[in-house]
């Protein structure tokens, strides 16, 4: 069993910046790859970025350039520095392990 926990979204600016992150506890030790996915209202959710254990990481075009993402200091944790924000990234962001394991989100608003 993982749970996840996201933490970080908020209100910004068009051109502003947030730090999204996820925590996880539980067997973490299985955790291998990370994935934050996105959900905008009316959308389905897309995976925005993944990263592996290795460290390999791999991103929607559609933020290439401006999100990254890494492990936190404290190996449970997973961070999404977002910057260059664009009001088309407003969504619920989700951090996701193994298919299944879900957090409940934390909302992003880019106003223009």
């Known amino acids: 069993q993982v749970q996840l926990v996201e933490s970080g979204g908020g209100l910004v600016q068009a051109g502003g910046s947030l730090r999204l992150s996820c925590a996880a506890s539980?067997?973490?030790?299985?955790?291998?790859?990370m994935r934050w996915y996105r959900q905008a209202p009316g959308k389905r959710r897309e995976l925005v970025v993944e990263?592996?254990?290795?460290?390999?990481?791999n991103y929607v075009d559609s933020v290439k350039g401006r999100f990254t993402i890494s492990r936190g200091y404290a190996k449970n944790t997973w961070n999404l520095q977002m910057n260059s924000l664009k009001p088309e990234d407003t969504a619920v962001y989700y951090c996701?392990?193994?298919?299944?394991?879900w957090g409940k989100g934390t909302l992003v608003t880019v106003s223009s």
């Open positions: 990263i592996t254990g290795g460290g390999d990481t």
């Open positions: 539980g067997i973490i030790s299985s955790i291998r790859t």
């Open positions: 996701n392990v193994f298919g299944s394991y």
